[in-house]
């Protein structure tokens, strides 16, 4: 194993120091809360904290456009922006805790609308713009919409067709009207033109409703989940001491906000911490990506293994082509980030790209490699303070913690902490089941080594029983993109009756190699002599492509299905190549 040592050395200095001395309630004191006792609300510490003081005139977002020109938003604009759109939604009589949903692209109005919404205490859901019409009305539906935000090209494309089935569906507001359509379709610019700039909040419980997100659907139909206002200070310390935000500095967070990480870290965790927010409106395109990073300056990056992945791919050598010097750290969520990848970092960009691993459940990053800490590349990192994270083995029900290092099992973790999911709207059976006791059972599997840094094995139900072992698809995906050929790999367990299941790999080869026999005799050779004849790959196909969610999972699911023959299930969050 390969450990980097990590030059920056910021917040978090001493892991466990701050591990022992942690506390929820003094955290909550280092945000500054509404006046007199009124609660902690998410908009209030995300903006008009900062516009009331130092950083009124430091730009919060900075929204890119597709053609590379810009628009700045200081703390103090989004203060007067913020308390208009409040003032909207209380003069359309919307009351507190209803559901306000956007269906936009990466625009100013969305990130208005989102921190209006939570000023007001509504309740936030934002929609991936790309969605089609049955999964915005399954997530209008189920999420019991009050009002959407959209577009006129989006209302016409997809919104129209539904309004008759969304019979509570109050009022649509259109970002790109100048006058209301109908009593029910209405003018963005109109309504804000006629609201009040200053928005008082209201008494804010720890408990209010704030946020709703739908999960991925990598492993089956989408949850709705609900979090909570007090859910920001997570929001608060994951910015500090894992992206290591300073007052001003230049943040990107590539993810869109229909993805929990666009909502979570595109918007309240930088924000809360008085950073500069990049925001692009473009999709991932290698040379803009990098252009932004040295146009804009930016310290400090935010994104994905599948966008490392392709950028791994490309030819193009940042360091030697663009000046990235601002540049201090780059994280990644969202899929385990093969040890490869952190090396890659390492030698393209001098600094290694830190993994960590959080869900829509937990509202905010759980287990990271810190900025101050010795980064073991292909491991997630070690718990945030304050969160108690454990291997459990469950049998029957109950579950029993696992202290002895790499002993594979459930990554649980103890109730408790802030931002932790409150509820599976519609779907109280199904939030039942993630607990036991106390503990919240995450669905992934993991180890933990002796120097207590977590190792993640794969979804439980991901994993492959072969022969009698247990192989996690990760570890053989991980392997086989070690070779030279490989681009991506995805792999599955195919029912065989002799052994149970079969470990199948589905490989997208690099540009230029051959989809042959020998390609293939060669991929499953080096396999083989890598993890041993058990746990390699029987069977291997070359594809163009590896379908993913729109957050860029692998799903595995569909290509089991589709192997089977068997019914593919919701598909509503597959991305369109
Ligand atoms: P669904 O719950 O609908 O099946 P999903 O679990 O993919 O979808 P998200 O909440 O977006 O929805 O993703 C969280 C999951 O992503 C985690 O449970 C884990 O399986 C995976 N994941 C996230 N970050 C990491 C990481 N750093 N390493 C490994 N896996 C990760
Ligand atoms: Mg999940």
Redesign the pocket.
């Known amino acids: 194993m390969i450990s980097i040592k990590n030059k920056i050395q910021h917040h978090l200095l001493d892991y466990k120091k701050v591990m022992a001395s942690f506390s929820w309630e003094n955290t909550a004191k280092e945000l500054s809360g509404l006046a007199e006792g009124k609660g902690l609300n998410i908009a209030h510490e995300a903006i008009d904290r900062h516009a009331n003081g130092h950083l009124k005139d430091t730009v919060a977002l900075r929204f890119i456009r597709k053609d590379s020109s810009f628009e700045d938003f200081t703390y103090a604009e989004m203060q007067k922006q913020t308390s208009k759109f409040a003032n909207v939604l209380q003069n359309l009589g919307i009351q507190k805790g209803e559901r306000v949903f956007s269906l936009a692209r990466r625009i100013p109005e969305l990130y208005i609308t989102a921190l209006g919404t939570l000023k007001y205490t509504a309740v936030f859901c934002p929609l991936f713009s790309v969605f089609g019409p049955e999964p915005v009305f399954q997530r209008l539906s189920r999420g019991d919409a009050s009002v959407l935000i959209t577009t006129s090209a989006l209302y016409e494309k997809t919104v129209k067709q539904l309004v008759e089935r969304l019979p509570s569906l109050r009022y649509i507001i259109l970002t790109d009207v100048s006058e209301p359509v109908s009593e029910k379709i209405l003018s963005f610019s109109k309504l804000m033109e006629e609201a009040k700039d200053n928005f008082i909040i209201a008494e804010t419980h720890p408990e209010d409703a704030a946020l709703l997100h739908?999960?991925?659907?990598?492993?089956?139909?989408?949850?709705g989940?609900l979090h909570v206002h007090q859910a920001a200070l997570t929001h608060y310390i994951t910015g500090k001491y894992v992206l290591d935000f300073h007052e001003r500095d230049i943040y990107w967070c590539t993810a869109d906000p229909g993805?929990?990480?666009g909502t979570s870290y595109g918007i309240i965790a930088p924000l809360i911490n008085g950073v500069t927010c990049i925001v692009d409106e473009a999709e991932f395109d290698a040379s803009r990506w990098y252009s932004l990073l040295e146009t804009h300056k930016i310290n400090i990056w935010y994104t994905a293994?599948t966008a490392i992945r392709r950028l791994m791919r490309m030819d193009i050598k940042p360091k030697n082509t663009y000046n990235l010097e601002n540049l201090r750290l780059i994280l990644?969520?969202?899929?385990?980030?093969h040890a490869e990848a952190v090396i890659w970092g390492q030698e393209n960009f001098g600094i290694p790209i830190l993994?960590?691993?959080?869900?829509?459940?937990t509202g905010g990053i759980m287990?990271a490699n810190y900025p101050s800490m010795v980064v073991k590349p292909g491991s997630?990192g070690k718990p945030l303070p304050g969160v108690e994270i454990a291997i459990a083995a469950i049998n029957d029900d109950q579950l029993t913690l696992i202290t002895q290092p790499e002993i594979q099992g459930h990554l649980v973790l103890k109730k408790g902490f802030p931002s932790l999911f409150r509820e599976y709207i519609h779907e109280e059976e199904r939030y039942k089941k993630c607990f036991i006791g106390d503990w919240y059972l995450?669905?992934?599997l993991a180890k933990i080594d002796a120097d207590g840094y977590f190792w993640?094995i794969?979804?439980a139900d991901d994993i492959i029983k072969t022969s009698g072992h247990m192989v996690g698809p990760?570890e053989v995906e991980s392997t086989l993109m070690r070779h030279p050929a490989v681009a991506e790999a995805a792999v599955i367990g195919k029912p065989e009756p002799t052994i149970g299941e079969m470990v199948k790999a589905f490989v997208v080869l690099k540009t230029g190699k051959e989809a042959n026999e020998d390609t293939k005799m060669a991929i499953m050779g080096f396999a083989r002599k890598e993890m041993g004849p058990a746990v390699a790959p029987k069977e291997i196909e070359f594809v163009e492509s590896i379908p993913k969610?729109r957050?860029g999972?692998i799903l595995r699911r569909l290509l089991k299905a589709r192997e089977l023959g068997l019914p593919e299930g919701d598909l509503s969050?597959l991305e369109q190549n």
């Open positions: 739908f999960t991925s659907g990598t492993t089956g139909m989408p949850k989940v993805w929990v990480t293994p990644s969520v969202g899929e385990p980030l993994d960590n691993w959080w869900q829509t459940e287990i997630m995450s669905g992934d993640f794969g979804r990760f969610t957050s999972k969050t």
